[in-house]
Nanobody, 127 residues
Framework: QVQLVESGGGLVQAGGSLRLSCVAS????????RGWFRQAPGKEREFVAA???????????DYADFVKGRFTISRDNAKNTWYLQMNSLKPEDTAVYYC?????????????????WGQGTQVTVSS
């Protein structure tokens, strides 16, 4: 069974940090596009960050403008795991964060690109 499990969410004060983890099982996702999305109450799910692989064995990262300079996506291929380090958190970052994986070659910012999703982890930033 292919599964993604997020962890690391919680309650943090504005300016604080959290690191989210996404552990994959049932399939090796090392050559897939691996991403993070978030959804706040009453809002649509939005792209946060992604890491993608190309045939040259290089990885590229992409970020939504609102997290550039604050969030960092990384991966540990040996563990079939990817992370989202979130620094300088703001109250508007409050949302359920989802990790996702999809086949390469499609737009990383589009949710439909991703075939497999985790169940989500809540991040709450207090002011």
């Amino acid at each position: 069974q292919v599964q993604l499990v997020e962890s690391g969410g919680g309650l943090v004060q504005a300016g604080g940090s959290l690191r989210l983890s996404c552990v994959a099982s049932g399939r090796n996702f090392n050559t897939y596009t691996r991403g993070w999305f978030r959804q706040a109450p009453g809002k649509e799910r939005e792209f946060v960050a992604a890491i993608r692989w190309n045939a040259g064995l290089l990885y590229y990262t992409d970020y939504a403008d609102f997290v550039k300079g604050r969030f960092t996506i990384s991966r540990d291929n040996a563990k079939n795991t990817w992370y989202l380090q979130m620094n300088s958190l703001k109250p508007e970052d409050t949302a359920v964060y989802y990790c996702a994986a999809g086949r390469p070659g499609k737009s990383v910012m589009v949710a439909a690109t991703y075939e497999t999703w985790g169940q989500g982890t809540q991040v709450t930033v207090s002011s």
